[in-house]
Structures are given as structure tokens and as C-alpha cells.
């Protein structure tokens, strides 16, 4: 699954027209990105995108990541594993299945309707946004004890 994020190319073109720079190591972490659906933390995707380009600091990759978060090409999100997750899917509405043993991420479509709460309910809180986390185990985890 490629996702929804832009390839490096357009990435590239969107970080020139909101005027930062293009370096080498931007470029790498876009083509890292591209086509990644494992929402992998800030220190997975700067391990491999330093066994490309071994001088790229894990400070650059987390600069690249929360700039492409303030444009809106990725989503950072905190789903409860200790770090948060690079969710580059942006434009499916989903949930998220989570692994608690290894901590797998993968997206489950969200359906056509979203639930409402009532204004009861919502003790004063104006809701802006709706995430469901499924946790269980993964088939792999599951035939990995059996």
C-alpha cells in the first residue's frame, strides 16, 4: 500500500514552495516515507534512512517529519506504545489496530458514519476529531505462542 502521502517528488516541491530547504537527507526521508504503511516512530525511519545516508542526524529527521506534520502531509500520532507513530495515511478516514505484544500499526477503515456524541456527553467539549484503537494480537504474535 502506498498510502496517501505525496511521493518525494511533490514533498519535494511542497517544502520549495513553503520555502524551506531541499537537502539530500530531506529527499531520503521523503523516499523513505513513500509507500511505507508500518507507521514507523522518528527512530525507525531515521535507522533506515541512515543505512542510505549515513550522515543524516536523527535531529533532521525530526525536523523533516514535524515540518511535513504542520503541512499536513503526515499525521504524528501517540497510540499508547511508548512513542509517537509517523501516519502518513492522511486523506482515508481510518482507525488504527495496534499489536500489543510487538506493537504493529495497521489502518482499518473508518466507516461512512462517523459516531456523534450528544451534546450531553460532551461535558462542554467542542470534539474536533474521532480516533478508535483497536488492541489485540497480531497473526503473527498469535502463531508465534502456539
Known sequence: ???DVKTPELLTDRFR???LRVTPQRECIFRHLWGDDSHPTVEVLHDRVRAEMTTVSLKTVYQTVHDLADMGEVRLIDLGTGTQRVDPNIEQAHHHLVCVRCGM???VPMPETTPRVSARDRHGFSVDSV???YRGVCDACASATN
Open 17 to 19: 514552495a513553503e520555502g
Open 131 to 133: 480516533e478508535v484503537n
Open 1 to 3: 500500500m502506498v498510502g
Open 105 to 107: 500499526i495497521r489502518d
